[in-house]
DNA sequence: CTATGGACCTGAATGC
DNA sequence: TGCATTCAGGTCCATA
C-alpha cells in the first residue's frame, strides 16, 4: 500500500479532476475494512467539492459531508472512463465527471461517509493521529519532545502514526538509514541532533518520494493511470543479503512488531 | 497512558 | 503440476 507518498499523488492527480463533479450513483463489491455508513442512493445528486489528506486518508468533501477513503495495503485509485468492474473493485462512484474506482484485493482499505469530523467514526479513525510531516506542526521541537516519551523501538514509533503521520515500513527504515539511525534503538534515546537529523530524513525523503511521482510501490500507479511508477531506488528496505551502495556492508532484515525492517550496520549506528 | 501481538484478506513467490 | 509456507504498502483492537 500507498504511504502518504502514493496518497498525496493519488491526490494531487484527482483533485482536479475531480472538483465539482456530481455523483450519479455508487456501485458497492465486496466489503471493505467497514461499512459505507449511508445508503448509496443517499449520495447521488452530491457534488464533490474538494479533496483533502489526513495522514493516508483521503477526503472527499461533498456538498453533504466527506467521503474517507484509505488505501490499506494493496488499494488504489482510478478515475476516468471505468470498464467493467472486476472482483477487486470494490467502489464505483460514478460521477458526470467520471468514475472513481477503488480497487483493493486485500480490502483493508475503507470507504466511509462521514456527516462531519466530529462524528463519530471520524474521531475514533482521525483524533490522535501525529503531525503532517509535510506541514507547520511538524517541528523539530515537538518532534524531539514527543519522541522523548516513548520507550518503544524508534522504528516503531514512526510506523504508529501517533508522532508523526505517513511513514510507512518503507519510508520508516529509509529515513532511519539516511539519519544513521539504528531502527531497535528506544525514541526516547535519539539525542537532540539525532533527531533533528531524522526530522530531516523524514521531510527529504517523503517529498522525494512525492517528486518521483510514489516510486515506492511495484504495482503503483496514480488514478489518470499513468505508468512509470516502478522505480524503487530504496537505500535499504527490501535489500537484505545487498550491499550497502555507500558503505558495502551487508543490508540485514530484522523483525519489529512482525513488521520487516531493513537496515545498514555499517550506516546507522547510532 | 504505553507497548505488544493478533486480526483482517488476497496474491505472488518460494520450496518440496 | 500440486500444495504448503512465507511475505507484502496498514492500523484497529484486545490485553497486559
Redo the contacts with the bound molecule.
Keep these: ?3 502518504l507518498p502514493e496518497v498525496e499523488v493519488t491526490r494531487r492527480s484527482l483533485a482536479h479532476r475531480i472538483r465539482g463533479a456530481k455523483i450519479r450513483s455508487v456501485r458497492l463489491g ?1 466489503p471493505l ?1 467497514w461499512p459505507l455508513g449511508v445508503a448509496p442512493a443517499q449520495l447521488e445528486g452530491l457534488r464533490v467539492q474538494a479533496v483533502r489528506r489526513r ?3 483521503l477526503l472527499l468533501e461533498l456538498s453533504r459531508g466527506i467521503l474517507l477513503l ?1 488505501l ?3 488499494g488504489s485509485l482510478s478515475f476516468g472512463a471505468a470498464g467493467p468492474a472486476g ?2 473493485d470494490h467502489l464505483d462512484l460514478c460521477t458526470n465527471q467520471g468514475v472513481l474506482r477503488l480497487h483493493d ?4 482499505g475503507a470507504a466511509v461517509w462521514l456527516p462531519d469530523l466530529q462524528a463519530p467514526m471520524a474521531r ?2 482521525l483524533d490522535g493521529l501525529g503531525a503532517e510531516p509535510l506541514g507547520r506542526d511538524f517541528d523539530r521541537a515537538g518532534f524531539y519532545r514527543a519522541l522523548h ?5 524508534i522504528k ?2 514512526l ?1 504508529s ?2 508522532v508523526v503521520v505517513g511513514v ?3 519510508y520508516a527504515c529509509e529515513a532511519l538509514f539516511w539519519a544513521g539511525i539504528r531502527p531497535t534503538l528506544r525514541a526516547n534515546r535519539l539525542s537532540r541532533r539525532r533527531c533533528d537529523a531524522l526530522h530531516a530524513s523524514i521531510v527529504q525523503v517523503l517529498k522525494d518520494a512525492i517528486e518521483r511521482g510514489g516510486s ?5 500507479s496514480d488514478p489518470a493511470g499513468k505508468t512509470g511508477y516502478f522505480q524503487l531506488d530504496a537505500a535499504v528496505y527490501g535489500r537484505a543479503g545487498q550491499a550497502c551502495s555507500r558503505c558495502g556492508t551487508t543490508i540485514r532484515r530484522i523483525t519489529q ?4 525492517t531493513y537496515y545498514c550496520p555499517g550506516c546507522q549506528t547510532f
Design positions: 500500500m500507498p504511504e465486496k475494512r495522514g493516508k486518508y484509505h490499506g495495503m494493496s472482483s477487486h484485493p486485500r480490502r483493508f475514533k479513525l516519551g516513548r520507550r518503544a523501538a516503531q514509533v510506523l502514526g501517533r510507512g515500513n518503507i515506492s510501490l511495484r504495482d503503483f512488531g512482525q513488521r520487516s
